[in-house]
């Protein structure tokens, strides 16, 4: 199994393989570590490890898609571990997803404007605070098909799992934005890979961090389907009880304040 040590950057989100993630970075913490990687080559990957934190937020609440209001100010001086316990391990879920960050900009502020891109999930081994922001050794969890005998057997049984869950997905989809039947994404517009309608749906849903936890760390592509075909029936079947729901665009992914 491959082991690395790289970055670690605690949110109130989980991230996905093949998803992109925004982030808006303020905290001296975590603008030492976007330092760090700019010191890598801009060839080369720019790699750091989101992880959920499983209580709590790591900054104060803020609106969907804006900075903290405390980002016009200077940034608290905050350890690497202010917030997360006396064991930070502990407070993060032990599976997360590396990132790679195709863009760092720096403001004027000395802020920076961040847009990183999942890459593979890997597992929490420990987390060391000693330096000027959390750093992870990790091991990466390699994606397999599914759990059955027979490579082509897991390939089809996945395959034939994501035609449901891209049908089931649609009929939730239609049923939470309220859109009509042509308004949807179409077939021709989806991945047909498993593993990338897995982790897009599991992304795209609209569900609570242990959900997605789940699904993100789930053994396997078939497992993961499998999960979310449930979680998508029972889901559209709340909402056709509950029309008054509000409309949920699941197009667009929030900037997460840091």
Do not use: W
């Not at 998803?19 to 913490?29: A, G, I, K, Q, T």
């Not at 976007?34 to 499983?54: G, N, S, T, Y």
């Not at 390699?142 to 059955?148: C, H, I, K, N, S």
């Amino acid at each position: 199994m491959t082991t690395a040590r790289l970055p670690l950057f605690p949110l109130n989100a989980v991230l996905f393989p093949g998803l992109v993630l925004p982030l808006n970075v303020f905290e001296e913490r975590y603008r030492a570590m976007m330092r760090e990687l700019l010191r890598i080559d801009e060839d080369e990957p720019r790699r750091f490890v989101v992880v959920a934190i499983r209580d709590g937020r790591e900054t104060a609440p803020t609106a969907t898609g804006m900075p903290d209001t405390v980002a016009s100010a200077p940034p608290a001086e905050r350890a690497p571990a202010d917030g997360f316990g006396p064991d930070p391990v502990q407070t993060f879920h032990r599976v997360g997803c590396v990132a790679d960050a195709a863009k760092i900009r720096e403001r004027a502020d000395g802020s920076y404007e961040v847009l990183a891109t999942g890459t593979t999930r890997v597992r929490l081994l420990s987390v060391d605070a000693s330096g000027p922001f959390l750093t992870a050794e990790v091991e990466e969890l390699p994606e397999d098909p599914g759990a059955v005998e027979g490579e082509d057997t897991a390939e089809d049984e996945a395959g034939a799992l994501a035609e449901g869950v891209l049908r089931a997905f649609r009929s939730y989809q239609k049923r939470l934005a309220g859109a009509s039947e042509r308004s949807l994404t179409t077939g021709a517009d989806l991945p047909d890979d498993p593993s990338v309608v897995s982790y897009l749906v599991a992304a795209a849903a609209v569900l609570d961090i242990p959900s997605k936890q789940r699904l993100l760390q789930a053994p396997d592509t078939a497992t993961r389907l499998r999960e979310e075909l449930a979680l998508l029936r029972k889901e559209t079947a709340v909402i056709r009880y509950l029309p008054s729901l509000p409309a949920v665009d699941l197009t667009r992914d929030p900037t997460h304040p840091n």
